[in-house]
């Protein structure tokens, strides 16, 4: 087993594109950091560092930190969890940061996690459970009143605003910059603004990768 590493985007896309794109819905995380890096992402606080694991010449896992953010690992062989969790750490070492959380599968996260806590005395707690819903058909729903649309620069405060609630609620972090990461996806057209008389919710669309779009960042406030 061998453990690659990069701090070019290109270099470790073109060895995992193929095996990313294997699982689509499962590793479109890491589908989506790929295309991130390429732009350059305004929430990421270091820059990123990517690794891919082979067995001859074939991939059988990938990883890419972005922090402040987890680290994000596809699943693979015991083996080169070991490995990973030894590369992470000497990355944050590197940086003079802290490895955060280990997100991805549960049995690869979990081992990577427990690797890195015994390297520095911490314990390993599970921060949250997460699924990936696939949408295969769509059925007619009734419709509220309103309408959707996108998002425009004039409505940035609000949606960070809303953003910082979502994040807040939902335990789940970020980004240290989200003010610039927000503008980002606005200008990008990709943040909706469902709206009746004034905006009521909002959602995000990801570039679809592998074949996928995914849906985030939704968040209604509780006093509508």
Do not use: C, K
């Given at each position: 087993?061998?453990?690659?590493?990069?701090?070019?985007?290109?270099?470790?896309?073109?060895?995992?594109?193929?095996?990313l794109?294997?699982?689509?819905?499962?590793?479109?995380?890491?589908?989506?950091?790929?295309?991130?890096?390429?732009?350059?992402?305004?929430?990421?606080?270091?820059?990123?560092?990517?690794?891919?694991?082979?067995?001859?010449e074939?991939?059988?896992?990938?990883?890419?930190?972005?922090?402040?953010?987890?680290?994000?690992?596809?699943?693979?062989?015991?083996?080169?969890?070991?490995?990973?969790?030894?590369?992470?750490?000497?990355?944050?070492?590197?940086?003079?940061?802290?490895?955060?959380?280990?997100?991805?599968?549960?049995?690869?996260?979990?081992?990577?996690?427990?690797?890195?806590?015994?390297?520095?005395?911490?314990r390993?707690?599970?921060h949250?459970?997460?699924?990936?819903?696939?949408?295969?058909?769509?059925?007619?729903?009734?419709?509220?009143?309103?309408?959707?649309?996108?998002?425009?620069?004039?409505?940035?405060?609000?949606?960070?605003?809303?953003?910082r609630?979502?994040?807040a609620?939902?335990?789940?972090?970020?980004?240290?910059?989200?003010?610039?990461?927000?503008?980002?996806?606005?200008?990008?057209?990709?943040?909706?603004?469902?709206?009746?008389?004034?905006?009521?919710?909002?959602?995000?669309?990801?570039?679809?990768?592998?074949?996928?779009?995914?849906?985030?960042?939704?968040?209604?406030?509780?006093?509508?």
């Amino acid at each position: 087993m061998v453990l690659h590493a990069s701090t070019e985007v290109d270099a470790y896309a073109a060895h995992v594109t193929t095996f990313l794109q294997r699982e689509a819905v499962e590793r479109n995380v890491l589908l989506t950091v790929i295309g991130q890096a390429r732009q350059g992402w305004a929430a990421w606080t270091a820059p990123p560092q990517f690794w891919w694991m082979t067995d001859v010449e074939n991939v059988v896992g990938a990883a890419s930190w972005t922090p402040s953010f987890a680290l994000l690992v596809s699943s693979m062989p015991e083996t080169a969890s070991a490995q990973l969790a030894a590369a992470a750490m000497q990355r944050a070492t590197e940086l003079g940061i802290d490895l955060r959380g280990v997100s991805g599968p549960a049995t690869t996260a979990v081992a990577i996690a427990e690797m890195a806590a015994a390297r520095t005395g911490r314990r390993v707690a599970e921060h949250m459970r997460m699924v990936v819903h696939e949408l295969t058909s769509a059925d007619d729903v009734p419709r509220p009143e309103g309408e959707a649309r996108r998002a425009t620069r004039d409505e940035a405060q609000l949606v960070i605003e809303w953003q910082r609630a979502l994040s807040a609620e939902a335990h789940a972090p970020m980004g240290a910059d989200i003010d610039a990461a927000t503008l980002a996806s606005i200008d990008a057209a990709r943040i909706w603004l469902w709206i009746d008389g004034e905006p009521r919710s909002t959602a995000s669309q990801h570039p679809a990768v592998g074949g996928i779009v995914r849906i985030g960042g939704v968040y209604t406030p509780p006093s509508i």
